[in-house]
């Protein structure tokens, strides 16, 4: 009984042919993104430069949880990708009253915790 191999072969040569199309096929790419930057610049215009809404995300997740201590003392880096890229340092107690969070962040008390530091 003799079985016909050469339909194997095919499938094998097949597969083996996918494989270095794709390898090459990437390896082009990364080159191309390498001397251009084109694919660079167009993921970084894309993405935004400040984390303005996720530190009121925060701030207000942290009030929800009734977070007293790390609302109240735990400082966050707020950068504001304006023009003159600025970097402020806040607690969600004082990010909860800036003019730029429209009151989208809850309060809580903070008169009496005590940051250590």
């Known amino acids: 009984m003799r079985r016909n191999k050469k339909g ?8 083996i042919m996918i494989v270095l199309s794709i390898s090459v096929l990437t390896v082009l790419v990364i ?9 660079s610049r167009f993921f ?6 400040s984390n303005v809404d996720a530190v009121i995300s925060a701030c ?21 990708g304006d023009d003159n890229r600025r970097n402020v340092m806040m607690n969600c107690s004082a990010v909860g009253k ?18 250590a530091g």
Not at 60 to 80: G, N
């Open 8 to 15: 194997m072969e095919m499938a094998l040569t097949t597969v």
């Open 31 to 39: 080159f191309f993104n390498a001397q251009t930057g084109f694919f």
């Open 44 to 49: 970084k215009t894309q993405s935004t430069e």
């Open 60 to 80: 207000d997740s942290l009030a929800t949880s009734q977070s007293t201590y790390a609302y109240c003392c735990e400082k966050k880096e707020i950068v504001f």
């Open 98 to 115: 800036a003019a730029w969070s429209s009151g989208k962040v809850g309060e809580l008390d903070c008169s009496g915790i005590s940051c």
